[in-house]
């Protein structure tokens, strides 16, 4: 026979008497009711009176309502806590700009704060208005501040007729004795605020208080190193006993519901294998949902109402392209990819919707243009009331429309949660026309932010049928009963919790009174209180602790003194089934690193120069993806300019210089102010190169500090350029054409100077550290010079990198004559064995040989994942195609720590 979760017995007598049960929370009263119910079942009844069962607040709120309606007290409008938080949040910007004294960093959290202390104020029946105790607050600056903002809610409240739920209390307490009296009983109260005491005590002529009845049972206490241990241990415990004991109820109680419920219910899911297709299958019921605003249905939509102000970020609409409650039936298509890789491309992690609206409306693909997504935002940026300020209420409606545009919730059908969260939407809708009573017209980006605050506060729990493993919060599991209970978290450090006084009420006040978290005994009382509930609500309560929580040691609490030490009941680490299936496993290792060789048409259709090239020499892999597949990484977001956009701006700029100076002679010829002013023209070029959108976007600050770098950079080439003998500049960014068996490359030379004995020397800006070692073995890193001199018109005598690099500018080459400093002639000793070389004309041999290799193996189909070395990996940005150093062989243990690492994301 199960254990129930209330045992209802010692109120039987109760309800035949009369007596109304009054509850701390609502939980408890639901459950009590569900008791008597099944009662009622069970002895054959087809009709029944319900039990007289209410959470208190609910009955006092009945109570005022009654008293209302008797016309013993004035009437109030009734504002909830949102309300009362808008109300408060105005009056603390109102009285910081009168006063002019302070600057709160957290506006709207400072309210919260002090809508807490008149909460506690009025529930300990502390009357602000006596005189002394307004000089107990003033002696304390916030305290002070505080109490200024109370007389303007005050005011706020009494012009217009409003009240709180404990502003009702407090009325009801002035004519309860005018009032009909009721026989009440208190059921499983630990703490009750002396106003609630008193009006409960003044409307009643007979209370009786019931408290938990029973005796500890067994009680065990176990360590963990940490609360992954503790989590997966109590998920497996609970699987375990529900298997074998079907009929028992078991709890677990969380220290920290928001923290750990996403990880729990992973874990919970897997031991209960409803990770896939049984993932609504889960017998757990949580005693409390996420917020509103995370719910997926309803995050999508305040993010398409967020797409109608004026900016909005990549990450946010590369994530509503992936919605499935908008309708974008064209936002998985090639097209809409084009479209993103244009928005990472710009480099900028903002975006003005009108930028975004013409990029998704012109954005081409193939005989494909534009987005669905641009036909919305131009809808949307019709409506002209978006622009005009409202009350909230109107702001629902307008809300209603945009959402209307998009097709939200959706083509597709919404399972039980979804619409469950949709419903919960809409009442929150009409919820926010509430606050027409406080606000006054708010703009879009007002009542947007508003709203969204209202989604926050609003709790989705989906109704689901009672399940035999109840996860809950501290006070939510005290008064109910189960066969096996598991507390977890419970170190030193968290139970009792810390003293946390309400910086708004004077310390010594909040000690006299003993308020809630007013002192450290407050705390270890409260504590030690619901710790005593749970040990009768059990015949066996698990308690359990970390050993090391945030890399910092823990105890467990001293209220758990009279607990057992003991080993947990279920092992914790790898399922032995799940082990004995991985040590017999087959592995099936299949070669599959040769993709079909491309045909004339996709060989003619593949652009690619010197790059081509380089990436089958750095890994075959990245070659095929990026010629052939198309795949490319997306850019990172940069505050200026990417490091290619500053690449391309220093050659422009080194074009440019070239183009005027032509030569040493009208090099070394050039006076101080002469250079400065080539200088300051190649600069002045090179930027107006860049696009004027570029341009205006990064503005004018950000250019002249470019402008100095640049002007930097190329005063120290040219003292680079001055060390070497004659020279005539021949040709900057040329372009050649370079065939390699069937593979034509396009090619752009920087620069081709023209020596003395009329050789040729090809030359290779770069910003980088640069190295001869990249030219050498079978595979050469960087193949772009060598490229470049076997295309040359004749063979070059030499081929040097630019290294145009802050302090660090020089030549980096070899060749067979010593065309600059820096460019060696001693070619065996260069390639140290690395290549079976010995002269500049063996060595031109030998990189031809390997350049046609890499071009044969490319057309060959070649593309195996074979890096050339580690930092090949470094920029490539393909890793999750590849699976580089992934092989599908991992241990037990590392297969384990990647399943753990994706727990965050569930749920």
Not at 103 to 122: D, G, I, N, S, V
Not at 225 to 233: F, H, I, V
Not at 819 to 833: L, R, S
Not at 854 to 862: D, I, K, M, R, T
């Amino acid at each position: 026979m199960p254990r129930s979760l209330y045992d209802i017995t010692p109120l039987v007598p109760l309800v035949e008497a009369g007596y109304v049960l009054l509850t701390p929370n609502l939980r408890l009263a639901r459950r009590i009711k569900s008791e008597w119910d099944a009662r009622r079942i069970a002895s054959g009844a087809t009709a029944w009176e319900p039990i007289p069962v209410q959470p208190l607040e609910s009955w006092l709120a009945q109570q005022w309502q009654r008293a209302v309606a008797l016309g013993l007290v004035a009437p109030l409008v009734p504002i909830n806590s949102a309300l009362a938080g808008e109300i408060w949040q105005q009056v603390v910007a109102q009285e910081e700009s009168e006063s002019n004294q302070y600057h709160l960093l957290r506006p709207a959290a400072a309210a919260e704060l002090a809508a807490q202390a008149r909460e506690t104020l009025l529930r300990w029946q502390v009357d602000t208005s006596r005189q002394n105790l307004r000089q107990e607050f003033t002696l304390d600056r916030d305290c002070g501040t505080f109490l200024r903002w109370l007389d303007l809610f005050e005011q706020r409240l009494a012009a217009a007729g409003q009240g709180t739920a404990l502003d009702c209390v407090r009325a009801l307490q002035s004519c309860a004795p005018q009032m009909p009296r009721s026989r009440v009983a208190l059921v499983e109260f630990d703490d009750i605020p002396p106003l609630y005491q008193a009006v409960v005590t003044a409307l009643s002529d007979q209370s009786q208080v019931i408290e938990p009845a029973g005796e500890p049972g067994e009680r065990y206490l176990y360590a963990f190193p940490d609360k992954r241990a503790e989590l997966q241990a109590v998920a497996r415990w609970a699987a375990t006993t529900s298997r074998e004991n079907p009929a028992s109820s078991v709890g677990i109680v969380l220290s920290d519901m928001a923290a750990e419920r996403v990880a729990l219910e992973h874990l919970l899911r897997r031991e209960f294998d409803c990770l896939g297709e049984n993932y609504t299958s889960l017998p757990v019921n949580f005693s409390t949902g996420i917020s509103l605003d995370r719910a997926p249905v309803v995050r999508d939509a305040l993010a398409a109402l967020a797409l109608a102000g004026p900016r909005t970020t990549v990450a946010a609409v590369t994530a509503l392209l992936q919605s499935r409650f908008l309708n974008l039936p064209d936002a998985l298509t090639a097209l809409a990819g084009r479209f993103q890789t244009r928005l990472f491309d710009a480099g900028r992690e903002e975006l003005n919707t009108a930028d975004l609206r013409h990029l998704a409306s012109e954005v081409r693909h193939g005989e494909s243009k534009g987005l669905l997504l641009g036909q919305y935002l131009l809808a949307i940026s019709g409506m002209r009331e978006l622009r005009q300020s409202a009350l909230p209420s109107a702001w629902v409606e307008r809300f209603c429309e945009v959402l209307g545009v998009w097709g939200w919730p959706g083509p597709g059908p919404l399972d039980s949660l979804e619409f469950q969260q949709v419903e919960l939407w809409y009442r929150t809708l009409d919820e926010f026309r509430g606050y027409d009573a406080v606000c006054n017209p708010l703009s879009f980006s007002q009542a947007l932010q508003l709203f969204r605050s209202s989604c926050a506060r609003q709790m989705s729990q989906p109704r689901t049928a009672d399940a035999k493993v109840q996860v809950l919060g501290p006070l939510e599991a005290a008064g109910l009963a189960f066969d096996h209970l598991w507390v977890c978290g419970m170190q030193a450090t968290r139970w009792p919790a810390p003293a946390r006084p309400n910086p708004f009420i004077p310390q010594g006040l909040q000690r006299r009174l003993q308020m809630p978290h007013a002192t450290a005994q407050r705390e270890w009382m409260f504590a030690q209180g619901l710790l005593r509930q749970y040990e009768r609500s059990t015949p066996m309560l698990h308690a359990s602790y970390c050993r090391q929580m945030d890399d910092a040691p823990e105890m467990p609490s001293a209220l758990l003194e009279g607990f057992t030490p003991a080993e947990p009941p279920v092992a914790v680490g790898i399922d032995p089934d799940w082990l004995r299936l991985w040590q017999q496993r087959q592995p099936l290792l299949l070669d599959d690193s040769s993709a079909p060789p491309p045909g004339a048409a996709e060989l003619e259709a593949i652009s690619g120069g010197s790059g081509l090239l380089e990436d089958q020499s750095q890994c075959p892999f990245r070659a095929f993806a990026r010629r052939r597949l198309g795949v490319e990484p997306l850019p990172d977001f940069t505050i200026g300019l990417s490091a290619s956009e500053r690449g391309s701006l220093l050659h422009d700029a080194l074009k440019i210089l070239w183009g005027e100076i032509r030569d040493q002679a009208s090099l070394l010829a050039l006076g101080d102010s002469a250079e400065a002013e080539v200088i300051a023209g190649a600069v002045r070029g090179a930027i107006e190169i860049i696009p004027g959108a570029r341009r205006q976007l990064l503005g004018r600050a950000y250019w002249q500090l470019e402008s100095r770098r640049l002007d930097r950079l190329l005063r120290e080439w040219l003292a680079v350029e001055r060390q070497r003998g004659e020279f005539v500049v021949s040709e900057r960014e040329s372009d050649i054409s370079l065939r390699m068996g069937a593979l034509q490359l396009r090619l752009r030379v920087d620069r081709i100077d023209r020596l003395p004995d009329g050789s040729l020397m090809v030359i290779d800006y770069k910003s980088g550290v640069s190295r001869v070692q990249d030219w050498l073995g079978e595979r050469p890193a960087k193949p772009q010079l060598l490229l470049y001199g076997s295309a040359a018109a004749e063979p070059p005598a030499a081929l040097a990198f630019a290294q145009v690099r802050h302090r660090d500018s020089k030549f980096v080459g070899l060749g067979r004559t010593e065309a600059a400093p820096g460019v060696g002639t001693d070619i065996g000793k260069a390639v140290k064995g690395r290549m079976d070389a010995t002269d500049w004309e063996s060595l031109n041999e030998h990189w031809r040989r390997n350049l046609q290799r890499l071009a044969l193996e490319f057309v060959s189909g070649q593309a195996r994942v074979d890096p050339l070395t580690p930092a090949s990996c470094t920029w490539c940005g393909l890793q999750a195609l590849c699976r580089v150093g992934i092989d599908g062989m991992n241990s037990p243990q590392e297969t384990a720590e990647i399943a753990d690492g994706d727990e965050e994301y569930a749920s």
